[in-house]
């Protein structure tokens, strides 16, 4: 069982393990909370498919666990890290999204993403896989974010909902079933404070 919550800041991990994913040490079993990194203030927190993320108070993004795909941000594959690595070259990031194999963040209106590119869900223009934080493609004033397993969707501050990556069910709302390496907008959508996606669908919210 997977289970993480915050408590005062601090990153707290329950009954888990393989690949340090969320556990501090590889392959243990925690009966009680233990803290990661206790010294660093976090103020979230998501669970890959086989690593975690988090962001600090200080707006930068700490990541653990498997590393086969570049998915902890440090510019290799290797390794699992077994506690809180920082990513470099994000800047003050403001909010943090964690898909099964990828990761994106927003920081300064722009959105980065890094780890396994199938389908181009990285947003930059190919499906090679980047193991450092790579900047989406002609995506600004980015309000918000959300990554799946296959696929990535942002808000931006006009209120329309781009999205990228896999479409095999239609989820990039394109109206055809045509996967995209960039952000597309998503049709007959405006006025959008928040977008959610899933494995084959997405959900948006408007302000209305």
Not at 101 to 114: D, E, P, R, V
Request: net charge positive; proline share 3%; glycine share 12%.
């Amino acid at each position: 069982m997977l289970t993480t919550r915050l408590q005062n800041s601090k990153i707290l991990k329950f009954r888990t393990f393989a690949f340090g994913s969320i556990a501090a040490l590889l392959l243990s079993l925690l009966i009680t909370p233990t803290s990661a990194n206790a010294s660093i203030k976090y103020s979230s927190i998501a669970s890959g498919f086989l690593h975690t993320c988090a962001l600090s108070t200080d707006g930068d993004v700490y990541c653990w666990g498997n590393n086969e795909v570049g998915q902890l941000g440090q510019g290799n594959v290797g390794d699992p890290a077994l506690l809180p690595v920082k990513v470099p070259g994000l800047g003050r990031v403001s909010q943090l999204t964690v898909g099964a194999t990828h990761n994106c963040a927003i920081s300064q209106g722009k959105a980065y993403c890094w780890g396994q590119n199938g389908n181009g869900k990285l947003g930059s223009g190919s499906d090679a896989q980047s193991n450092s934080p790579i900047l989406v493609k002609d995506l600004d004033s980015v309000t918000q974010i959300s990554a799946n397993r296959l696929s990535t969707c942002a808000v931006t501050s006009s209120k329309n909902v781009y999205c990228w990556g896999d479409n095999f069910a239609g989820m990039l709302g394109t109206g055809d079933t045509k996967g995209s390496l960039v952000p597309v907008m998503v049709k007959g959508l405006t006025g959008i404070k928040a977008v959610s996606t899933a494995y084959n669908h997405a959900c948006a919210m408007s302000d209305a």
